[in-house]
């Protein structure tokens, strides 16, 4: 099975997330994250270092669990910083 190329919107995106992922971990270690949620602490390195920059819904809610954070709250810190748009005039 081929895959099609990733964005660039993609690609940031998951940088986002593995950020996001790495500093909402703090000091505790991949593999208590990762075996919190199921995954293989690989996995999660992968994801945290943008190697996976597109992981599974479920992958993405177990981990948000494991971290103690909602998925709204996930969305709303992983999502990009809108653009701002001067106005003519």
Do not use: H
Not at 29 to 56: H, V
Request: glycine letters at 10%.
């Amino acid at each position: 099975m081929v895959r099609t190329p990733l964005t660039p919107e993609e690609r940031l995106r998951g940088e986002r997330l593995g950020r996001l992922l790495r500093e909402a971990r703090g000091r505790r270690s991949m593999a208590d994250i990762a075996g919190c949620a199921g995954i293989s602490a690989e996995t999660l390195r992968k994801i945290e270092t943008g190697r996976a920059p597109t992981p599974a819904f479920f992958t993405v809610a177990a981990l948000a669990g494991a971290l103690g954070m909602s998925m709204d709250e996930l969305l709303l810190r992983c999502a990009p910083e809108p653009e701002i748009i001067p106005l003519a005039g």
